[in-house]
């Protein structure tokens, strides 16, 4: 008698809807942790220059919101683990979180998780349209989805350090906007390209 039991049509897509929604979580948290990295201090803020928010806009936009958000909540697990996934300036170690940068790191999720929405609300689904419809909407959700991240970052800022809302705003956001401009361009660009890519292999199909 056999005794295997075979699995059943509807639980094969889940298991491997759950795989592949692991294996993007892990990839975008790993791709965050290496753009931590990729960073050095400025004199005129506490705050240092990474390319970590060009990577949480390019998770937000490619993966979608679900994954985004998950990947970016995973990240800021292993850095409360103690793992070497933050930026090497500041509080070494999981006291990182709670420094000047950590009004920027704990909106991660969030600033992912909602550039993806935004994006999946405003691209449109038409094949025929041209890229810069794609671009366009990329942009629009991963500024929005920036601007959230610098605000969360500067009320931080005004809180840990018992900065004036100006004075917060001055060290928060104002010296970020000209490299952010270029993260969220950067970000939607890639996005872009991907969408139409893959709407070319689907007409291809």
Request: net charge positive.
């Amino acid at each position: 008698m056999n005794t295997t039991t075979a699995l059943s049509p509807a639980v094969l897509p889940r298991r491997h809807a759950l795989l592949r929604h692991t294996g993007l979580a892990l990839s975008g948290s790993l791709l965050v942790a290496i753009s931590a990295h990729i960073s050095f201090p400025l004199f005129f803020t506490p705050v240092p220059f990474t390319l970590q928010p060009l990577a949480v806009l390019a998770i937000g936009l490619l993966l979608g919101p679900a994954i985004a958000f998950s990947s970016l909540s995973l990240y800021l697990l292993e850095a409360m683990a103690g793992l070497p996934v933050l930026a090497p300036m500041g509080v070494p170690g999981p006291l990182h979180i709670f420094g000047p940068t950590g009004g920027y790191l704990i909106a991660f999720p969030f600033v992912a998780a909602l550039a993806g929405w935004g994006y999946s609300r405003l691209r449109t689904s038409d094949r025929r349209k041209p890229l810069l419809s794609n671009f366009a909407a990329a942009l629009i959700a991963a500024a929005v989805a920036d601007l959230l991240l610098l605000t969360s970052g500067s009320a931080w800022l005004m809180t840990l350090l018992h900065l004036s809302p100006a004075h917060a705003f001055e060290f928060g956001m104002v010296p970020f906007l000209p490299g952010e401009g270029l993260k969220v361009t950067a970000a939607a660009a890639l996005a872009a390209g991907f969408t139409r890519l893959r709407q070319r292999n689907i007409s291809a199909e």
